[in-house]
């Protein structure tokens, strides 16, 4: 194999391709792109690269967009995806899934086209400062000097072989938690030139290196040797992408697993579905001396409150976003300032304030006792109490009693089932329900993600949700990402699932906008609508503010025609209003079909 590209006659497109091959070396497996002008060597390098073989491009038709499709692919593979851009505010739309990538510790690398140097500063038409535009969300930032003539030189090469590694490292969280990384790339016309197939090599398999794009974790803490307490006390605390090393701490701790709905970790014996409602009990929030988290816990107030409270000892558990979870207020390595203006490092803890310790890992040593198992017995058989039987179906043993009546009784209960509306827990349910290992799970930041998360059983599924800011935008982009990476790496496809509101749905209307030359992917949007913002109405301000002063300025009510807007956009249609419709819908084969759900509550 060559060394470099032959030279195509534009040292954009000699830079650009060899760029995009050594990104290739380095594990990057997927370029999303949304098309310009100035990133045009890029992009059509890509498109090279992968008829060659080695690399996967998906072309999405805004950056907006494109940004939250590379997150899910990341989220999903593990190790970055490159997203292009041109230049202008085509980079400014990419700041939303920047900085979901970097508060959830997701890789990717930002390849944004930029004007060279004596066009900078001078007015020229699409140009801005884009070295550093987002800020602290991207710690790895290159500005990358306008190719000359000597484009494809082995010089050049070796630099820009270098700066992939680097950027592809700083991504994958190498010497650092895993984030974006910016390569900023000037290029000055001709901005490309045509690529015969025979000037551009494909990467073979075993040059490149997933391992080394593979998302890590910095090991800069140490870990924490744990045993079960002397006297039962200790719970585990998983918040979203704790993984399923909660579930194995809390089993060998002999400790109650409250775990959220997107942790990873919502399986296993130790499992409390009804953690929020124990948490304010003082028989059990008021009973735990030791708080083991993982994960960033969003979904509830208990939790922060618990590990505020004097007396309670917090272990957390050093993950891969940006900021430790410290509600406590004890990590010396908070990058805002507290509300006094105090330096951070040097404010001291009060009396009333828990101890916080921050570690990188957790290993249990020692074996639990009986307490300890009735220490979990009881928090599992409360939650299960607070639960219920939930909504019991008809009674299934008189569909068979030889008592006729018992048996017409059978069957109009299960007519009167089916016919129900559907509310936001019967939704919730019923998604859960039909989801399994082979498939995924996305919900958005609405208020159904909360519903489920205080109500669905354990089950060992992958579920995700943009969690890192819990910004309702992007949601519909981030589960065709995670689709595509699925279906690229398993050979039996399963369904991704959204579950989400339906502002959740209008803000990310863009991520049903399709190219004909794309591949589509399997995914159900499931989409609770009640026409508004029902999560603001548990606001306290509801209770003292007008009716009509909420409604328009917090629930921003809206009715919008769902069906006509996505068979518009080429997506497929199902309306289920009942309990029976759910359920046939939710099993209908069909690929890239959105589901609305009018709720009744």
């Known amino acids: 194999m060559a060394d470099g590209p032959a030279g195509s006659g534009s040292p954009a497109t000699d830079a650009a391709l060899t760029l995009l ?14 098309p310009g002008s100035r990133s045009q060597a890029l992009a059509l390098a890509a498109v090279a690269i992968e008829r060659a073989g080695g690399l996967t491009v998906h072309v999405r038709l805004d950056e907006r967009t494109a940004g939250f499709f590379a997150l899910g692919l990341a989220v999903e593979s593990g190790r970055p995806a490159a997203v292009v851009t041109t230049s202008g505010t085509a980079v400014a739309n990419l700041h939303p899934a920047v900085l979901e990538a970097h508060h959830s510790g997701v890789p990717m690398i930002v390849l944004s086209a930029d004007r060279p140097d004596e066009l900078r500063g001078i007015g020229s038409n699409q140009t801005t400062v884009q070295p550093g535009m987002f800020g602290d ?70 040059e490149v290196d997933t391992a080394f794009a593979t998302r890590r974790v910095h090991g800069g803490l140490p870990a924490a040797e744990l045993s079960p307490d002397d006297e039962p006390g200790t719970v585990v605390i998983a918040g979203h992408d704790a993984g399923a090393d909660a579930e194995r701490i809390a089993w060998e701790l002999g400790a109650p697993l409250l775990a959220e709905v997107s942790s990873g970790a919502r399986f296993g014996r130790n499992l409390v579905v009804a953690y929020r409602d124990l948490l304010r009990d003082p028989d059990f929030g008021g009973a735990v001396r030791r708080a083991v988290v993982l994960g960033h816990p969003t979904l509830s107030r208990e939790v922060p409150a618990l590990l505020q409270r004097q007396g309670v000892e917090t272990i957390v558990v050093r993950g891969p976003a940006a900021d430790p979870f410290d509600p406590a207020r004890a990590s010396p390595h908070r990058r805002f300032p507290d509300a006094a203006g105090a330096s951070p490092g040097n404010r001291r803890r009060g009396p009333s304030e828990s101890s916080t310790t921050f570690v990188s890992d957790v290993r249990v040593t020692g074996r639990t006792r009986s307490e300890h198992r009735a220490w979990v017995g009881r928090w599992v058989g409360a939650s299960r109490q607070l639960l219920g039987d939930g909504d019991a179906g008809p009674d299934l043993g008189a569909k068979r009693s030889p008592d006729r009546a018992e048996r017409n009784k059978f069957l109009r209960d299960e007519v009167a089932l089916r016919r129900r509306p559907v509310d936001r827990a019967m939704l919730a349910d019923a998604v859960w329900g039909v989801t399994w290992p082979h498939d995924r799970l996305v919900f958005g930041a609405s208020q159904i993600i909360r519903v489920a998360d205080g109500r669905v059983l354990g089950k060992k599924i992958r579920v995700h949700a943009n969690r890192g800011l819990a910004g309702i935008d992007g949601t519909v982009s981030t589960a065709l990402g995670i689709a595509a990476a699925l279906e690229q790496s398993s050979a039996s496809v399963g369904t991704t699932r959204v579950l989400l509101g339906d502002l959740t749905l209008l803000h990310d209307l863009g991520a049903f906008v399709t190219g004909t030359e794309e591949r589509t992917h399997r995914v159900q949007v499931v989409v609770g609508n009640d026409h508004g913002g029902a999560i603001f109405r548990g606001l306290e301000v509801a209770r003292t503010t007008p009716p009509e002063d909420m409604r328009r300025m917090m629930s921003t009510p809206q009715h919008v025609d769902v069906e006509r807007v996505v068979t518009g956009l080429g997506w497929e249609y199902r309306r289920a209003e009942t309990w029976g419709d759910l359920e046939r819908v939710l099993t209908d084969p069909a690929e890239r079909v959105v589901i609305e759900v009018p709720l009744a509550d």
């Open 21 to 34: 091959q050594e990104l290739v070396r380095a594990g990057v497996t997927d370029v999303v792109v949304s």
């Open 137 to 206: 969300a991207v710690a790895f930032v290159r500005d990358v000097e306008a190719p000359s003539a000597h484009g494809a030189d082995a010089s050049v090469r070796a630099a820009l072989r270098d700066l992939a590694r680097q950027a592809v490292a700083a991504a994958a969280g190498h010497t650092g938690q895993p984030g974006p990384a910016q390569l900023n790339v000037a290029f000055r016309e001709p901005l490309s030139a045509g690529l015969d197939a025979e000037n551009v090599q494909g990467v073979p398999d075993d």
